[in-house]
């Protein structure tokens, strides 16, 4: 936009100036302090106060015929959410929770946001979901909307996080994303929580962030936190699970180790040390350092947060943490690195960490009905617990503070799993959700027999109320998130059931068919609930064919409101005829039929029906040179679209397919999520080979 050192180190104080169409408002990161109309010209110009001195990256503007609504808060900061005229009445939620969470983050932080004013801007087409520029924050429409209020709240309180955690504290360099989001990440959850009056559940949003960042870093194509940037699309590849997730997760558990109340102190410090500059990892865990805590470290000594966190930070991955018996008065505790494909190879410069994949791992345990302790587990050596082996049960990882795995011989698992199955109350809903999400992770690698896992959590899900509440998910749902497959999305009834999809398509007929007229958007005719309108959508279109798909597709062009337009998205890849579904991935390539945002979701779509999955890999590399052409610089969507079409592959052909295909484009070769495609598939194939056979005859026995 404007001549500059575009990097986040090089900071400056802002004063813009926007000369615009009469007609149109004007927006930027400051207050407008004018606005004049050019004499016999339809232009106007606005000038905005200066800018506090901030980095390139953050400068904005926004010039919309959009109108806006607005609050106040306690400081007296004007805060309003602008979109198109007819959203106007779907974002009132928006501007209260933007409202609350400025002043939370203000009383939390101790440290006032330095603007008289914040904008968030809704756009109808805006790839990156959001962006957190200093007083003029833009995100996606959808995101605030009423209409997608769950959801929305978590990415509002994201972005306003940044204010501080980016805006005002600035990475020093791209190598460390993880600064930036992965405190972003842990103060939306931690705003969200007070805000709800729940406390607890910045610890529940913390353990599923944790689950996604473990699933990621199990990976060879995994990265450390902080790391050296080689090329330039390893910052745009940066942003990812392990520095939003792992970043938080490992924020949460210096939390548990300092205590709550000293990290908020050590966070304040850092904010105000590092104000209106730049910082390293190194010198968050230095101010760190200088906060009184009684937590001890490894050594006996107190904690070096220092010594501690560079384990987590400098190095990819992260330990297995295995309990067995040695006799009948000691439990031993020892570590190895978890991966899910022990066989595959890191890129190079993160082969040969400095700490050897080893890690001074704390250690929460709870041993029976006992409270939950800390101890150590050095690099190097055994921890040892003394207990009645033969009688007691040790749980480790409990509450889940640790970022790492829990693991047990044959014995341990076995009276864990006879414990919960008994008397589940002895142990807090965070640590029963880290043993059964662990189970599957260990029988992943075989380490634990998969039916062991599948009865306990059956077992569970029936006989427990709470635990179905709990777990949220049944077994099946769990095994394919350990195993990286795609849930599919064109599934709403249990294996098809005809009752349940005969039910569907009743309700398609009725209430879409013979109720929506010839150029109505669907939110305009569709009356149906909103739970159902997803799988009414695509039964119709599984079921009756062309007819609904016309339908469906005439009821799309005409939708303006997001969330209905990725419902009906959703049901064009419904299809049972694989020459329709190719004719839809044309057609996402046309930016007057989809927008830029739903690229990824139409081949997600089809990609996620039984019918499309194979016809979705083999058009990525068949249209690879059009597909690239058009998204190389959308690097977002690109990798999206690589992801939904590739990760289906369970077969060598789809292996060989895919290295062949590297190896006769440098340009697929070089974006990491070809080289993690590649990874999961050949993990999916040893998964086959070792635990396909035994889980048929598993769930042949237990319909």
Known sequence: ?????????????????????????????????????????????????????????????????????????????????????????????????????????????????????????????????????????????????????????????????????????????????????????????????????????????????????????????????????????????????????????????????????????????????????????????????????????????????????????????????????????????????????????????????????????????????????????????????LANTARSILVVNAERHGFYRQNYDEEGWRKIMQQLISNHKIYSAHTITAIINDAFAAAAINRLDYTTVLRLVENLTRKKRYMRKLLGRNSYDLLQASTFWIVPTGSYCPADAEECSAKYVKIFEEGILSKCETGTGASSCVELPIPERKAAYCYGVKELGNQAYDKVMELFRAETVPMERQRLISALGCHKDVSVLRSTLELAKNREQFRLEEVSAVFEAVASNFVGSELTFNYLLENWIEVYGSLRKQLLILNKVIEVCLNIGYTEEHYNKIKNFMSEHKEADELNQFQKALEIVRTRITWIHDHLNPLLDYFQQNQ
């Not at 936009?1 to 615009?20: N, R, S």
């Not at 590849?237 to 990290?263: P, Q, R, V």
Request: with cysteine; proline share 5%.
């Open 1 to 385: 936009m404007v001549p500059c050192f575009d990097e986040p180190d090089f900071k400056a104080k802002w004063t813009v100036t926007v000369i615009h169409p009469e007609g149109t408002t004007a927006l930027s990161n400051g207050k407008e302090i004018d606005n004049i109309k050019e004499a016999n010209l339809p232009w106007r110009t606005t000038t905005f106060e200066e800018t506090p001195k901030m980095s390139t990256y953050i400068l904005a503007i926004a010039v919309s015929e959009f109108k806006f609504v607005e609050l106040y808060t306690k400081a007296g900061v004007r805060l309003r959410v602008w979109s198109r005229p007819e959203a106007l009445n779907e974002t009132l939620t928006s501007v209260h929770y933007g409202v609350a969470f400025l002043d939370f983050f203000n009383h939390h932080f101790r440290i006032r946001y330095p603007l008289p004013k914040l904008d968030m801007v809704a756009l109808p087409d805006f790839i990156a979901g959001a962006m957190e520029n200093w007083g003029l924050v833009t995100y996606r429409e959808l995101v605030l909307r009423d209409d997608n209020e769950v959801f929305g709240s978590l990415i509002v309180t994201h972005e306003l996080a940044h204010q501080w955690f980016g805006n005002l504290v600035t990475l020093k360099w791209w190598n460390e994303i993880w600064l930036n989001e992965g405190f972003a990440t842990y103060m939306s959850f931690v705003a969200l929580a007070q805000l709800s009056n729940d406390k607890s559940a910045t610890k529940s949003m913390l353990i599923g962030a944790t689950e996604s960042a473990l699933q990621a870093d199990s990976l060879a194509t995994s990265h450390p936190l902080s790391f050296k940037i080689d090329k330039p699309v390893e910052v745009e590849e940066a942003f990812d699970t392990i520095s939003y997730s792992k970043g938080a997760s490992l924020l949460g558990m210096i939390a548990a180790l300092m205590g709550e109340k000293n990290f908020n102190k050590g966070v304040r410090r850092y904010l105000m040390k590092f104000s209106y500059g730049n910082a390293r990892s190194q010198d968050l865990l230095d101010v760190l350092d200088t906060v009184a805590t009684q937590a001890e470290g490894p050594d006996g000594n107190k904690l070096s947060m220092k010594r501690f966190a560079n384990q987590w930070i400098l190095q990819m991955g992260f330990p297995l943490v295995t309990v067995k018996a040695v006799n009948s008065s000691f439990f031993e505790i020892t570590q190895s690195r978890y991966k899910n494909n022990p066989n595959a190879v890191e890129v190079e410069k993160y082969r040969s960490p400095k700490y050897g994949f080893k890690w001074e791992v704390p250690v929460w345990y709870q041993l029976d009905h006992e409270p939950v302790k800390l101890a150590w587990l050095r690099r190097d050596s055994p921890l040892y617990i």
